[in-house]
């Protein structure tokens, strides 16, 4: 039986083409290494994936004007993200999927692991998790009898500078999880991590709240944009 012609080969696409860019841009990546891309490139790289039928370098540049680098565009609101020209759904999707990779990754740094004794680990995990939010957001780590994370839970999302607390939620969540001693974390969306007089008496209250149940407050952590303040570091718990 003769067999079928499938006629040539396909031509491997032009150097010039915007098919030959994404080509040169993989292939550095995958020899070189993440470094030898930069940030605009890599953004790109990721919108490879979501719209392949789109040049995605003018998108690149959009999103790295308006936010300022690769870490701010993936960490960036939603609605934000979308309102940058010619991402849309796919390409908002793409970049939210490598932010929550990302976290995932460093959360697996400090999972399972004593955390006061991985503090640079601890510090750099709640860093991706809030220093870019743009809206008040306070977190509960319950930590178990030898200091391993158990569950990193948000309480409660606020405004902009305020975020409503229960201390009786606080203790309930504790007793659920059979944590023994917890760490305080919210973040300011001004970028300055200096504790307000709100957050001074809100930590006194949910550290008498869960002495009446034996639940030790090992800190309380403030995180601004690349800063951050320890409770007990500065003696205020």
């Known amino acids: 039986m003769d067999s079928l012609d499938l006629g040539p080969d396909p031509k491997p696409a032009s150097p010039l083409s915007a098919e030959g860019h994404r080509q040169r841009l993989r292939q550095r990546l995958l020899t070189a290494g993440p470094d030898s891309v930069a940030d605009h490139e890599l953004l790109e790289l990721v919108l490879f994936l979501a719209l392949p039928r789109r040049d995605t370098k003018p998108i690149a540049r959009a999103l790295l004007n308006r936010f300022g680098s690769f870490a701010n565009a993936i960490a960036a609101p939603l609605q934000d993200l979308r309102s940058v020209e010619g991402m849309g759904e796919a390409g908002s999707a793409a970049l939210k999927t490598v932010h929550a990779a990302a976290v995932r990754l460093i959360r697996a740094e400090v999972q399972g692991r004593p955390v006061l004794s991985n503090w640079d680990a601890l510090m750099g995990y709640l860093n991706a998790q809030l220093a870019r939010e743009r809206i008040e957001q306070f977190r509960i780590l319950f930590l ?94």
């Open 144 to 237: 178990d009898g030898k200091n391993r994370l158990l569950a990193d839970e948000a309480q409660a999302r606020g405004t902009v500078n305020h975020t409503p607390v229960y201390p009786r939620e606080v203790a309930k969540r504790a007793l659920e999880l059979h944590a023994t001693a917890l760490i305080l974390v919210h973040n300011h969306p001004s970028g300055d991590p200096t504790p307000s007089r709100p957050d001074l008496d809100m930590t006194a209250e949910i550290k008498r709240a869960l002495e009446t149940i034996d639940v030790v407050v090992h800190d309380h952590i403030i995180v601004g944009n690349g800063k951050w303040l320890s409770f007990r570091q500065q003696g205020l718990l």
